[in-house]
Each structure stands twice: as C-alpha cells, then as structure tokens.
C-alpha cells in the first residue's frame, strides 16, 4: 500500500467543486457514505470475490481441463462481466516497476501534470460536465494511446533519463497486457462457435498492441467522500478491460438486483471485465456492467487499466447465434455518440443508441 504524503500534487477538486459539495445535501445529493449506502442508486451489499480463474489451466494437459477453463471464463463473462485471473503471466518485478512508474508520474505537482503530455499522454481530473455532487470523480488519470508508446514518442524532456525507463516499462508491460487481452478475447470467441466466413470481423483480428489505451489512476484521499466517487458510474467502451489495481480496494459492480457488490482485492489476481463493444459483438451473450469506485476518506488508491480497442474505423457487428441486437457501427462512431451524450445529458448512454428497432 502506498502511504500518504501531503497533497500538494493533487488537483484542486475542493476549489472547483467547493459550491456543489456544499449544496449537494440540499439538492438531492446523498449524505451517506457510498460503502453503507447510495450516491447514484442502487443498495450496497458487502465485500464479494469475484470469480478467479487459474489462466493456467489453459495450457496444462488434458482437454477437459481446458475446456473447463473456457467454460468458467465463460460463464463469469456472461453472468457476472467481471472476473479475476491468477497465473496470468505477469511476473512480481514487472508489476512492481510499472507501479514506481505510475506513483512517480503523479507524484509530480499538478501544474506539471496539467502543463504537458508526459510520453504522448493527456491527463483529465475530475469530472468537468458534473451539475451535481454525486456526479464529481475524485480522481485523475494519465490517458496512454498506445501507439505512441511503443512508437518511442517523447513529448517531454527528449533525453530524459526517467522518461525513457517510464516508456520502456510501460512498453514491457503493455506487451504483456495485450497477450493476456487476445488470449482471453480468442476463448471467447471460440466459445460462441457461431463465428463463421463472412461473419463480422473478431474482437481479436481488429485490435492491435497499437490500438489499444493505458490509463493510469490515482484517487487521491477525499475529505468528502460521503457526498462524492472515486469515478462515477459507468461501462467501459472497449471490447476488454484488464486491471491491476492496489490493495485498498474500493472498486464496485452493479448486479442484475440493482445492488451495488463492493470487489475484495486479491493479491495475485488481475480484474478482467467486458465492455460495450463485445456485449455488442456477442449479441449480448457477455456483458458490459456498470461499475464505480468509492472515494476514500483515509487512504489514496492506485490502479492501472488496460483497455483493448479497435482502431477507430472498425466495424463491429453481431457475431451471429440468433437476430442481430444492434446494428453495425464502427468504433469512431461509438466514441462520438458517447462523447455527444455526456455533453447534453451529462451521462453515457452507450449501447441502446445502437439497438436495432
């Protein structure tokens, strides 16, 4: 766990948000804390283990042990959208590295972080269209296109000693990242078996290790962290979400009773969630669930997502297995009609501006 340290690194949530904050107990907004209570509805049950799939047991001998392994992945796909998985490949080493990298990037005072694009990436903090308390992320992010990282883009300091093992163990690990995505997408897409010639095209033929997005996330310690999130709730608009996160938990998924299921951190594990592309692809066979973090009053919180897109001219279709749910749509289009949504409505709409009448 990373202690905490003063915050003159962190951005100014409370100079911008001060009036929302203040009013959000007259205006609707909830008062209670988000692990006993709610802040965007829902009901909040206690601490859950996701399901933990042994990834190693996709290569040991013997076919039922595979297919037993397809089959859980599967099914944590289909009924819960998230899962956890140990044997993933990732060794100790790396995962530490890639976690004094992203603690020294944010260690950085907010005018440096605001000022410039460390590496290729763009920073945002906060949530700038929140009309209310409850919509406010406390929380910043480093945005990673890919393609520049593994292009070797510097934007800041060309020299830079720190810079360039940023880059290289950023680059290491999101090799690794993307093996594990295309893995985990091929198993389950084969596990459709209703992909055939002339189908649209697989999760795993339009991504690329350069297509996809790294985001690194610090949710610093919130002193109102009754009246607000870490993020507000939300899908990914990926097809796979893969997550190394640190231990002081946080992390939380809505269920099919509407109850919010606070995410027990394990140790050896890596979080895997769908997200609205392969919802759509599937034909809602797996699902893209909507989850949030709290904010924590004690202690920040540090995770590191992975994010396995297409490039933005793909077009993603139904892989068949009954009548198409959602028309076709290319990934740049999916994107602006987000964008679109959250600019008029102050919320992501997602997959049912695409249903099929």
């Not at 904050?21 to 209670?32: F, K, L, Q, V």
């Not at 290569?59 to 042990?65: D, L, M, Q, S, Y």
């Not at 100790?92 to 260690?107: A, C, D, K, P, W």
């Amino acid at each position: 766990m990373v202690k905490p340290r003063p915050t003159s690194d962190a951005p100014p949530f409370m100079d911008l948000y001060h009036d929302l904050i203040s009013g959000s107990c007259h205006n609707g907004g909830s008062a209670r804390t988000p692990l006993h209570g709610d802040v965007d509805g829902g009901c909040q049950r206690g601490e859950h283990k996701l399901p933990v799939i042994d990834l190693g047991d996709l290569t040991r001998a013997g076919e039922e042990t595979r297919r037993a392994c397809v089959a859980a992945i599967a099914k944590a796909s289909s009924e819960w959208g998230f899962f956890q998985v140990v044997n993933h490949g990732f060794s100790r080493e790396l995962l530490e590295e890639m976690r004094r990298v992203q603690v020294r990037l944010f260690e950085r005072t907010f005018d440096k972080k605001a000022g410039c694009g460390l590496l290729g990436s763009y920073y945002t903090w906060g949530t700038p269209t929140a009309t209310s308390a409850h919509q406010v992320s406390w929380s910043e992010r480093f945005h990673f296109p890919l393609a520049k990282i593994l292009a070797g883009d510097e934007v800041e300091d060309p020299g830079n000693e720190k810079l360039s093992y940023s880059r290289e163990v950023m680059g290491r690990f999101s090799g690794a990242v993307w093996e594990l995505a295309r893995e985990l997408v091929v198993v389950l897409t084969e596990n459709l078996q209703g992909h055939q010639a002339g189908r649209p095209s697989t999760p795993a033929e339009i991504c690329s290790g350069k297509t996809c997005f790294l985001r690194l996330n610090r949710y610093p310690r919130c002193p109102v962290s009754a009246k607000v999130m870490g993020i507000v709730s939300h899908t990914d608009s990926d097809f796979l979400t893969i997550v190394f996160q640190d231990q002081v938990g946080g992390l939380q998924l809505r269920n099919d009773d509407g109850e919010w299921v606070a995410v027990k951190p394990n140790p050896d594990a890596l979080v895997v969630n769908i997200g609205d592309l392969f919802q759509a692809w599937s034909n809602d066979v797996y699902k893209s669930v909507e989850h949030r973090v709290v904010a924590g009053g004690e202690t920040e919180r540090y995770s590191i997502a992975y994010f396995m897109c297409p490039a933005e001219d793909a077009v993603v279709g139904s892989c068949g297995g009954g009548p198409s749910t959602y028309r076709r749509f290319t990934f740049e289009e999916y994107r602006r009609q987000v964008a679109e949504d959250v600019k008029s409505n102050g919320q992501k709409v997602g997959l049912s501006n695409f249903l099929l009448p």
